[in-house]
């Protein structure tokens, strides 16, 4: 019993060691954009700053099928933050970014 809960725990930490992290900063206190909500990406994190009448930044991530794996929405008027992990690039995964008028960020693995 000890060496199957001792394999477990390995498996469970290699593939937590290989799985990608993404951190999520909605910047919704500042002044509003009157065009697009703007992504810009930078090497550890997305931040997004939503354009005036968008309410809510949804974050999903599917996989290879199509199965959503975790689906966050956060408030737009606010400043939020959240990490995002999406499986290992090895396995195929989707991470899309959405605001009321639709698809603002996609990123294919």
Request: hydrophobic share 40%; glycine share 6%.
């Amino acid at each position: 019993m000890k060496r199957i809960c001792f394999i477990l725990l390995c498996a469970i930490s290699i593939v937590s060691v290989y799985a990608d992290n993404h951190t999520v900063v909605v910047r919704g206190n500042g002044p509003t954009l009157s065009g697009n909500t703007e992504v810009s990406v930078t090497q550890d994190s997305i931040v997004v700053k939503p354009a005036v009448g968008v309410s809510a930044i949804t974050v999903t991530v599917t996989d290879v099928t199509g199965e959503v794996l975790s689906e966050q929405v956060l408030p737009a008027q606010s400043n939020a933050t959240v990490n995002v992990t999406t499986p290992p690039p090895s396995e195929g995964y989707t991470l899309e970014l959405r605001d009321d008028t639709g698809l603002i960020y996609l990123e294919e693995q």
